[in-house]
């Protein structure tokens, strides 16, 4: 399998999926970054001299990322349906650990 195997050809219904999925993605980082929890740390002093609050939740946004893609692939095999999952050795053309 060579690597022109991988990449899909760039037509308009490619780059509507490839821009949902972007759009998807931010999305969701940014509903994660309102909803999950994180650190409370004080800012730098306004020019007023009061001091804003900013949540840190990008530790907590990236073990949540990792934990729903590693499900999505791994426990859903959600993948291109023509192709091997992300992330998953090939072998010979069938998934490592694959029954033979």
Do not use: C, N
């Amino acid at each position: 399998m060579t690597l022109s195997d991988l990449i899909l050809p760039v037509t308009g219904a490619t780059l509507w999926t490839a821009a949902q999925m972007v759009v998807g993605f931010v999305g969701a980082v940014f509903v994660g970054a309102i909803l999950l929890p994180g650190l409370s740390r004080s800012g730098y002093p306004q020019p007023d001299g009061s001091l804003k609050e900013y949540k840190l939740t990008g530790m907590t946004l990236f073990f949540v990322a990792h934990i729903v893609f590693g499900a999505l692939v791994f426990g859903f095999g959600v993948s291109h349906p023509d192709r091997p999952p992300f992330l998953v050795a090939v072998r010979g053309g069938q998934r490592a650990g694959a029954r033979h």
